[in-house]
């Protein structure tokens, strides 16, 4: 069975700093791979995505991710952190359906300071 | 494009009663729908896949009895808690797909509901 695992439950950075955030999962064949943002009682909104190809994803929002088969890993990253970027941020590895039937990481609470 | 609307955002609703939440595909056909649920403060769970026409396919521990779901129609997906007690109470998201978009490989995610029950 998939599983993705954050390992940081909180991280806080300040505004302007650089940011990386982990997510390591567990597939048995080619992931389909994506990183969500949620802010405070909305809805998700998907950052960007890897079905193949290119291991250095670009997002939206100035976000980019690399997926690293070697060490099971899709972290997100972005160079300089805006204190609109506070959210949290859930990775997935997609399943059926296109990729489509998510299985979420625990999800990474992400606070800026000014 | 690829507006996916839930409606209500929130609800409350007593114990014992039911609660329809609605999930529309505002600007596209959604062949496929698929509700996840989200406990406070935890991450969000699939809870089950909806195809147009056809009954919904329930992930492992999900009771179908009390989650009904009915996709009837191309652009409309309902999700009915039934018998619902305060331990239902979670944060439910929808999110649909179209397989008639060319190339379209992402589904697009509802806004949300907000179920209490008390």
Known sequence: AQSVTQPDIHITVSEGASLELRCNYSYGATPYLFWYVQSPGQGLQLLLKYFSGDTLVQGIKGFEAEFKRSQSSFNLRKPSVHWSDAAEYFCAVGRGDAGNMLTFGGGTRLMVKP | ?118
């Open chain 2, 1 to 118: 494009g690829a507006v996916v609307s839930q409606h209500p955002s929130r609800v409350i609703c007593k114990s014992g009663t039911s609660v329809k939440i609605e999930c529309r595909s505002l600007d596209f056909q959604a062949t496929t729908m698929f509700w996840y649920r989200q406990f406070p403060k935890q991450s969000l769970m699939l809870m089950a896949t909806s195809n147009e026409g056809s009954k919904a396919t329930y992930e492992q521990g999900v009771e179908k009895d009390k989650f009904l779901i009915n996709h009837a129609s191309l652009t409309l997906s309902t999700l009915t808690v039934t018998s619902a007690h305060p331990e239902d109470s979670s944060f439910y998201i929808c999110s649909a797909r179209s397989l008639a978009r060319q190339g379209q490989t992402e589904a697009f995610f509802g806004q949300g509901t907000r179920l209490t029950v008390v």
